[in-house]
């Protein structure tokens, strides 16, 4: 068990980003594509997992400080140093071999994120403003890996707001640290020198702003009409906007921003905002030609 925690299983939810392509281009339900996106989503993971053990490895003095981070396998002591590398080594080579086994082009594109995130663990997530850029980074790799896997285009819409949405959800995270600082009087990360609560909030605002007017402008843009095939997308947007009031209704009431993978593992309010997101969605997409939906349409 203590092995398992150390590749950190619940943050693969962040890989599920490979699906969106080919969710948003309408072929979900081709299975072949789908197993191939399978196949995807366990080596970005097993990569992801081996950034997870480096960065462990290098901060775990840093994390012993830490009210929760002490807990993490290197941290706490339950996992020796020279296991979790042998275990990292084995990742990789699983990660990469299984990239390439399913596309090489999509081992490639893991390959750039495998050296982004080793540039991050290695100094660059202590430059304030490009930590946050690097992690959003990330989720724009992610989902060209799953265009990549699929073959279907990436719409620059997604790309646009994945990114703002990726960087909405990073600042969060530091908002939480420079919180943690101003309670503990600990700096736990060095990029934090660079941040105030005044300088966060007003990026929090500005980007949540941001992203509302990009998804709307997506839903009626003339091209993603036509391509889909409906004028109806903009419904979908309430979700969006919901999701986003409840996330800073976290950051700022409850205080609550350190992890969203943990959010949204716990939050009940952003879980069936989701859902109720993809279903409105795939209704849309996927079921045109069901009668009862036909009906609804007709309707609105």
């Given amino acids: ?76 002591g339950a996992v020796s140093p020279t296991t979790a590398i042998v275990i990292c080594i084995l990742l990789i080579i699983a990660g990469f071999g299984i990239a390439w086994a399913t596309r090489q082009e999509f081992a490639i594109v893991l390959a750039v994120y495998f050296l982004l995130n080793l540039g991050y663990c290695f100094g660059l997530k202590n430059i304030a403003i490009l930590d946050i850029f690097i992690l959003a980074a990330g989720f724009v790799l992610r989902i060209k ?11 620059e819409w997604i790309i646009i707001m994945v990114l703002l949405l990726a960087i909405f959800m990073a600042i969060g995270k530091r908002r939480d640290d420079v919180l943690l600082k101003v309670s503990s009087g600990m700096d736990m990360r060095k990029s934090i020198k660079g941040y105030n609560l005044e300088l966060l909030n007003v990026l929090l605002a500005v980007v949540s702003s941001i992203i509302v007017v990009c998804y709307l402008m997506y ?21 969006v906007l919901a999701g986003l009031m409840r996330y800073l209704q976290l950051i700022y009431i409850s205080e609550d921003s350190g992890s969203p993978t943990r959010i949204l593992y716990k939050d009940r309010f952003i879980q069936i905002t989701l859902i109720l997101w993809i279903i409105s969605f795939a209704i849309i997409l996927y079921f045109k030609d069901v009668p009862i939906f036909n009906i609804l349409r007709n309707l609105f």
């Fill in 145 to 155: 890996s799953g265009s990549v896997i699929a073959d279907v285009p990436l719409s």
């Fill in 1 to 76: 068990m203590v092995y398992l925690k150390l590749l950190r299983p619940k943050d693969w939810a962040k890989n599920l980003f490979l699906f969106i392509p080919l969710f948003f281009a309408g072929e979900f339900l081709d299975r072949t594509k789908l197993l191939h996106l399978l196949f995807g989503f366990f080596a970005f993971s097993f990569i992801a997992s081996s950034i997870y053990i480096i960065n462990d490895y290098r901060d775990r003095e840093d994390d012993r400080k830490h009210p929760t981070k002490c807990k993490r396998p290197l941290a706490s």
């Fill in 219 to 239: 839903t009626m843009d003339p091209d993603v009409k036509v391509r889909l095939g409906t004028y109806r997308l903009y419904y979908t947007g309430v979700f």
